[in-house]
Nanobody
Framework: EVQLMESGGGLVQPGGSLRLSCAAS????????MRWVRQAPGKGLEWIST????????YYADSVKGRFIMSRDNAKNTLYLQMNSLKTEDTAVYYC???????????RGQGTQVTVSS
């Protein structure tokens, strides 16, 4: 059974930074591309980044490009999202996911809340 558990969310001021983690189990982590998606209040899921299975290729949505850095440690079965220069519009629940857009980003974890506010 695929299990994904996000952590590291919290309240941060605009311009601040947070680092999210996603612990993965129940599947061959280093064989899968991984994604971060988010859902802001009252909005649908928004894809923000993808990392290829080997960890060397990443893709970002324009909304986070240059501010967020996605990485993975395949030895630890863990995914990361370093978020810098946070904006109020980054406020959302952040999810890690194995599935892509065609699967509705399923399976994914239960999410971690990020609130950017002064």
């Amino acid at each position: 059974e695929v299990q994904l558990m996000e952590s590291g969310g919290g309240l941060v001021q605009p311009g601040g930074s947070l680092r999210l983690s996603c612990a993965a189990s129940g599947f061959t982590f280093d064989g899968y591309d991984m994604r971060w998606v988010r859902q802001a209040p009252g909005k649908g899921l928004e894809w923000i980044s993808t990392i290829k299975s080997g960890g060397y290729i990443t893709y970002y949505a324009d909304s986070v490009k240059g501010r967020f850095i996605m990485s993975r440690d395949n030895a630890k079965n863990t995914l990361y999202l370093q978020m810098n220069s946070l904006k109020t519009e980054d406020t959302a629940v952040y999810y890690c996911a194995t599935g892509g857009v065609n699967s509705g980003y399923l399976p994914r974890g239960q999410g971690t809340q990020v609130t950017v506010s002064s």
